[in-house]
């Protein structure tokens, strides 16, 4: 149980570009690649580990083997033993499409599956790029219908411009896209339930308009203004400085700029590194892995202590 390292589960999207292998490394085949899957539980999408003795051996495997010492217990009384949250890199060359995400309550009736909370860490974005969050005031469901009849949705929508290092919560039923020149680090709910209300009226490889879920968003929307989504955070170096505290996942962005340890065997969860800038070493008793931009490292739960070591380093710390 040493720091665990995955390989990419790359996706073709539409909209994807090749900043994933340009600027991340990653080994893409495909000039629409849009997503780089780091850490993943998802049915059909198992992450397995690339480094070490427990290399080829799925997530779902070494939680199989010891779910309390890869989860932790209070994971598991929480989540159970299905990984909870899933991480991603995302290179939008194209917009993405407007969407939202169901709550849990209505993900749990609907599809048997988890709501889709989320967060955006901007890594990387061209001097014009955006996202929607939300309206841009508060709007009715008649008024909402009615402007995808008229095709003025885009004009009820907030546009936000972004700079690296923004980050951005995502509550479910916010509607949100991911605009064109815009590379990400994405941490969510372990779900792939989205409901998508507009895409340029854009075609599939087959010529085929994609499908637009108009009737299951209209009661999952959230109709209201609110200035809720931009987080405020701190870059003080070598400490831990909270971005997100959500009921499904805390994230911390830690910026290195010396050697730096610290004792987790009373946190009761694992604990994932993304590195979103810089390179070094992650440690804990049990072994080491190295890290650089667009890696992403497991410590599992049962660890005592974790410590990392650098010259200089961004990190996004995930834990629950």
């Known amino acids: 149980m040493y720091p665990l390292k995955f390989h990419p589960i790359l996706k073709e999207r539409l909209w994807g570009g090749t900043k994933l292998k340009e600027v991340l490394n990653k080994p893409i085949e495909s000039d ?7 850490l993943s539980g998802v049915e059909g999408d198992i992450s397995e580990v690339s480094n070490g003795e427990l290399a080829g051996t799925s997530l779902t495997q070494l939680i199989d083997d010891d779910a309390e010492g890869v989860l932790g217990t209070q994971v598991i009384d929480r989540f159970g033993t299905d990984f909870p949250i899933l991480l ?9 499409s407007v969407q939202l995400h169901p709550d849990d309550e209505l993900a749990t009736k609907r599809h048997n599956s988890n709501g889709k909370t989320e967060m955006w860490y901007i890594m990387d974005a061209d001097d014009d790029a955006n996202i929607i969050v939300g309206f841009n005031r508060d ?5 909402y219908t009615e402007s995808l009849e008229k095709d003025t949705l885009l004009e009820l929508l907030n546009y936000e411009k972004v700079d690296q290092g923004d980050a951005f919560f995502i509550h479910t039923g916010k509607v949100h896209g991911i605009g064109a020149g815009v590379l990400l680090a994405e941490i969510q709910q372990t779900s792939d339930i989205t ?4 895409d340029y009226n ?9 499908e637009l879920h108009t009737d299951l968003a209209l009661d999952a929307i959230d109709y209201e203004k609110k200035d809720d989504f931009k987080m405020d955070y ?3 170096a070598n400490m831990a400085n909270p971005m997100v505290d959500c009921p499904y ?3 911390d962005f830690l910026r290195l700029t010396d050697d730096w340890s610290y004792d987790v065997s009373e946190r009761d969860s694992f604990t994932i590194l993304m590195c979103v800038k810089g390179s070094g070493r992650i440690a ?4 080491t892995a190295d890290i650089k931009k667009g890696e992403t490292v497991l410590v599992p739960a049962l660890s005592r202590f974790l410590s990392i070591t650098t010259d200089g380093m961004e990190l996004l710390q995930v834990t629950l």
Do not use: P, V
């Not at 991603?88 to 993405?96: E, P, S």
């Not at 709007?139 to 008024?143: A, N, T």
């Not at 409901?195 to 507009?198: H, P």
């Not at 854009?202 to 994609?210: A, F, I, Q, S």
């Open 32 to 38: 629409i690649t849009g997503e780089s899957w780091e």
């Open 88 to 96: 991603k890199f995302i290179d939008a060359k194209q917009d993405l």
């Open 139 to 143: 709007i009715s469901k008649k008024e």
């Open 195 to 198: 409901y998508r209300i507009y």
């Open 202 to 210: 854009r075609k599939d490889k087959e010529g085929n308009l994609r």
């Open 234 to 236: 701190s870059s003080e």
């Open 249 to 251: 996942f805390r994230t």
């Open 284 to 287: 804990n008793e049990n072994g």
